[in-house]
């Protein structure tokens, strides 16, 4: 309790007691100015609105992403294929390793001229496209290094609600005839729901708090076209020393992230079948 306290419950009435207030990190002033950055977020400022789309954008392109590669990672591993716990150690350096680093070799992997991406493009006579440079490239590309980071993990979690679903409701499915794509449809999937759940909750909580890959990759950019909403907090905070806006920000991004999960987690009943 006295943790939660310190570490989470005070810096939380801190942040919204401090939205509150038109405050200036470097000359120390602080001015009570009411709903006025509220009012500025919703009404006068455009940028606001631009991140908070490309927060979903990459919210959702994260979470799918993720996921997917995740479940289908997990799912050949659970075939005990010959070399799967190699595969799957390597699929699980990334986890171990830091996001700086991962962020760094990346956007040396995705340099327009000379990157080892587009080099492999052109090999097969594909021109690739300046990807941290271009706005449409830039996003998905930052969307697809924050994907591949966390796949082991969330392999693990998956590989190991596999070897827990009971092997009786396996052989059940097979007397009654079911194929292969019948066995995972209507047998495993909906035995992996919680988990499913679960990974789904963090990988998209996850993903409203990206912050590293924005600024080592990015920048923000081009044109503001990665600017998500943690990244704006970050600009306004600690670059242009608006602190009580940028705190006004947070506050936002918080309820935004509890108002999802919390629809999340009551729209469980619809599509888990296994508590």
Known sequence: MLGFLVVVLIPLVAVLLLSFTDSNLLAQDVQ?????????????????????????????GLVVINVALSLFLALVLHRKLRGAQLFLALAFLPVVTSQAAWAIVWRFLLQGEGGTINSLLSAVSIIGPNWLFEAKPALAAVIVVAALKTVGLKAVIFLAALRNIPKEAIEAARLDGAGEWQMYRRVILPLLAPTTLVVVIITFIGSFQVFDYILLMTNGGPSHATTVLAFAIYQQGFELMRTGYASALAVVLFAITLALVAVQWWARKKWVHSE
């Open 32 to 60: 009570p100015v009411g709903l006025d950055n509220y009012q500025t977020m919703a009404t006068e400022d455009p940028a606001f609105w631009r991140a908070v789309v490309t927060t979903g954008i990459f919210a959702i």
